[in-house]
């Protein structure tokens, strides 16, 4: 059973940094893409950042460049995002997904984690 757990969020003041986790368990993600998405209250889910497990190619989320690095340990079987220079707007439930295409389009990952909330304040 695919398990995708988060942690890491909390409440911060603007300019501060977070880093999140993502524990993957259940199967191999060698080939697997894994990504974060956000989604804030009213909003719509928004892709973050994403990276290909095999081989450490990243995507970013034009928002984020520069700010957020996503990376992986293959030993601990766990993705990270950092995310430096928050800002109020990047407040939102933050998802880890696992998918077998490197891309931003939610609708192409099949894992899913619960999710953990971030919030910047001003």
């Known amino acids: 059973q695919v398990q995708l757990l988060e942690s890491g969020g909390g409440l911060v003041q603007a300019g501060d940094s977070l880093r999140l986790s993502c524990a993957a368990s259940g199967r191999s993600f060698n080939t697997y893409v894994m990504g974060w998405f956000r989604q804030a209250p009213g909003k719509e889910r928004e892709f973050v950042a994403a990276i290909f497990w095999g081989v450490s190619i990243t995507s970013y989320a034009d928002s984020v460049k520069g700010r957020f690095t996503i990376s992986r340990d293959n030993a601990k079987n766990t993705v990270y995002l950092q995310m430096n220079s928050l800002k109020p707007e990047d407040s939102a439930a933050y998802y880890c997904?696992?998918?077998?295409?490197?891309?931003?389009?939610?609708?192409?990952?099949?894992?899913w984690g619960q999710g953990t909330q971030v919030t910047v304040s001003s």
């Open positions: 997904a696992a998918g077998t295409k490197l891309g931003s389009d939610y609708r192409s990952y099949d894992y």
